[in-house]
Structure formats: C-alpha cells, structure tokens
C-alpha cells in the first residue's frame, strides 16, 4: 500500500499545484473538520473528515490541517493532538502515509493556523468551517477551484482503486454472514448487527445507512428502520464499508425457497441484466446510455413476464418501466458514497444538462479512464408508483394487475456492483469477493 500512496500522493500534490498557477494562488489550505452538535445537545454527530482530506491524507481524525504550497516539496501536515483526558485523542501510528507529509503536532488549531498562515501571499481554504482561516489571511477556495478538485478526484489512482478494492473485500464478508442469517430466519435488526460483526465495523464507520429489509419493506428505496421482530421470504441488503477514507456500495437481493418460480426468475433475470451492464463500462461511454439500457431491460422483463401485455414501444412511451424502476443506474464511488463531479462536462464545473426524459439521475457525464462506479439496476413493486400507473386508463388495462398483487408481499430487487473504467474495458470490484 506505501508504494501505491507514494504515487498517489506525487501525482495529487503535482495537480494542487497545477491549480494553485492557474487560480493565482500561493498555498492551498484544506481543514478535516470538527463534528457537529446536535440541536440544544452536548453530543456530537459520527464525524466523517473533509473528503477533500482525505483525498491527500488518509487520516479519519479532527482537527488536522494541511497545507499545500507551489514551493514545497511535501504537503506540510498540522496534526492535531489535543490535552483531553476526557476521550481518546488521535496519534501517529507509524502508518503508510506518514513519511510522505513534512507533519508537525500542535495541540490548539489556533496555534496551528498562526504558524502555517501566509499574510502576504494569496491562500485559499477548503473547510467546512472557513471562520479561522479567515482570521488567518485566508479566503474560502473559489467555486472554479473546488470544480477543479471535483475534477481531479473523479479519476481515481491506483491507490485508490486498491482501497475501495479492499472496502468490497470488506463488506462482502458482511453481505455472506447477512445472507446465511436471513435463510436461518433471522430479523432486520439481526441481519444488520451480524452485518456489522461480520465487515468489522461499527455504525459510525459505515460509510451510509445501510438498508436490510424483508418482504415488502424492500420496496421501501432507502428504507431506514430495521425491525427487531419477524422474518421475511426475500430480503434486500444495501451495504458498504470504508477502508482509509474510500468506501464500497454494494447491494445484494436473495429469497427463500418458497418464493414464486417466477419471481425467482425475475431476479435471475435482473442479475443477468446486471453483468452485462457492468460490461458496459468503459473510457468513452456515456453514463446515460447505461441507464437507458438498463430501463429498456425492465421494460423487457414487464413483457416477458406477463406483467405488461403492450409492446416494447408502448411501454417506453408511456414510461411504464418508471414505475418499477425509479432510480438511476449508479453514481460515482470514492471517498463519498455519491461523489462529486457527476454532472460536470468538464474541470471548470460546467454541468450537463439533464436530460428530460431522465431528470433524476445521479450522474451524466461520460465515463473516462480511472472512473469507479456503481451498476445497481432494480426492480420493484411499489404501491404508490403503481397507483399512479394505474391512473393511465390506457395502459393500466395492459397491466396484469393480479399477477403484480402476487409479487408486491415480496418488495423489489437491486443488485449493485462497483466497476472500474480501465482503458481495456471494465473491472468488477465486487464480484471477486461476493459472486
């Protein structure tokens, strides 16, 4: 891993420092944070750094701050090591990444920005926080610098690529124990805990909420209350894990045998849809027509199943497969869930215009090298999109409506991978670890 983060880290501090000649600045400030408090509570929230830090420096701690100038050789690292006896305090391991900061240890952030700041040069700061870097002769980094480290942070390093690699390895292991409970028979709130167990991660490290849902509640896009009691005949997981700031979003649907042949056979069809959307990925493909692919796929599946009786044409038209398949067909992955850069044409932050047929997906802009993604096509039965379809008095008699009340007690289906854009095509970051 040091020798993938030597490069890395040349590599990123080579372009901060491209971005500091073309924004006429001197040095580039970038804070981790502090957690924020709940309202009128001393408690604070789960506290995630700036990902802008983490994507120079793996260290998950508060308080840190590093600087970034034309001139120096190494990115300079002001630790923050605080006198608290009343929590446990971050501290220099030995790790990796150490070696390649100049790091200095301070104890008050006050101090810090007194020794690091430059009153006579143009500074900028990247923070979710900018009050003291403003007392410091700092301003907030301009909206064109922030588009342009939107930018760079798409394409993602080996490095990278290794740790959100290792993030699948992770949570795969989580997905198996999860799957092997739930055909025991176990509750939502026992497959999330041995979920947890299994990918060796407490709550606040998972990098979002994870959804475990049973029979209908998977149904339920970002269902978010896993219940104590009862058992399900399908189960939905969408889960993922964190390794050194980058993380894995994978989801997995799987059901019992007593499930109707034909549902198995249409979450048979989904995962075969899903591979062969994951083959899509690759340099130059434009993200949308993976989504336009895959929205063509459940309309196929409405007909194939007897659950639309029209054609292929007429459910398009009619936007039929929307019902069953609201969402888009992935996002960006990195060191956020959905990270950023997704709707930019370019490094300046021009955005793409969404197109009007698909005004809610994600991401728009066309893949390129070094790109990681999520492929995560569904099908579901939703009851108030379905009410909606039924308004459509035309379509709505093309419906099998008994056939859709059979499945709708078994909730939806997802399946998601995370897919590298390599120039010789697509990598599965996933499948090697959860088939």
Not at 3 to 21: C, D, G, P, S, Y
Not at 354 to 360: K, R
Not at 406 to 413: A, E, L, R, T, W
Request: aromatic share 12%; net charge negative; charged share 25%.
């Amino acid at each position: 891993m040091k020798a993938l983060f030597k490069k890395h880290i040349e590599h990123r501090v080579t372009q901060a420092k491209k971005l500091l000649e073309e924004e006429h600045l001197d040095c580039l400030f970038i804070e981790s944070g502090f957690p924020e408090y709940y309202y009128l509570d001393d408690q604070p929230t789960f506290f995630k750094a700036n990902p802008h830090f983490n994507f120079f420096c793996p260290d998950p701690g508060q308080g840190h701050l590093l600087k970034i100038t034309k001139d120096s050789e190494k990115p300079i690292l002001f630790y923050y090591i605080p006198d608290d006896f009343w929590h446990e305090v971050s501290s220099l391991k030995g790790e990796f990444w150490e070696d390649f900061f100049n790091i200095k240890i301070f104890n008050d952030t006050e101090k810090a920005w007194k020794e690091a700041e430059e009153p006579n040069k143009q500074c900028a700061v990247v923070s979710p926080n900018s009050e003291m870097a403003r007392k410091h002769f700092c301003q907030p980094a301009s909206s064109t610098l922030l588009s342009k480290l939107h930018w760079i942070r798409s394409q993602k390093s080996d490095y990278e690529i290794e740790c959100i690699r290792l993030a699948n390895k992770k949570a795969a292991k989580g997905h198996l124990r999860a799957r092997d409970c739930f055909l025991d028979g176990a509750s939502e709130w026992t497959l999330f805990m041995e979920y947890l167990l299994a990918s060796d991660q407490r709550e606040g490290e998972i990098p979002y909420n994870s959804i475990v849902a049973l029979g209908k509640n998977s149904a339920i896009l970002h269902y978010q209350f896993p219940k104590k009691d009862g058992s399900g005949s399908t189960f939905l997981i969408d889960a993922g894990a964190r390794v050194h700031g980058y993380c894995s979003d994978i989801t997995r649907t799987y059901v019992q045998n007593s499930v109707d042949t034909e549902y198995k056979e249409i979450l048979a069809r989904v995962e075969s849809n899903q591979k062969a959307l994951c083959a899509m990925v690759s340099p130059g493909v434009d993200y949308v027509a993976i989504h336009r692919a895959s929205y063509q796929m459940v309309a196929q599946i409405l007909i194939d199943f007897n659950l639309f009786s029209g054609s292929l044409e007429e459910a398009l038209a009619a936007k039929v497969p929307f019902h069953f398949y609201p969402h888009g067909i992935g996002h960006p992955l990195g060191i956020q869930v959905h990270d950023v850069g997704a709707k930019q044409n370019d490094s300046s932050g021009t955005t793409i215009n969404q197109p009007t047929d698909f005004p809610y997906l994600r991401t728009l802009r066309t893949i390129q090298a070094q790109d990681v993604l999520t492929i995560e096509p569904g099908f579901y039965f939703i009851p108030l999109l379905l009410e909606q379809l039924k308004k459509n008095e035309s379509i709505s008699k093309k419906v099998n409506w008994a056939m859709i009340e059979k499945f709708s007690q078994y909730g939806g289906i997802r399946i998601e991978d995370n897919v590298v854009a390599l120039k010789s095509g697509s990598d599965n970051l996933t499948r090697p670890f959860l088939p």
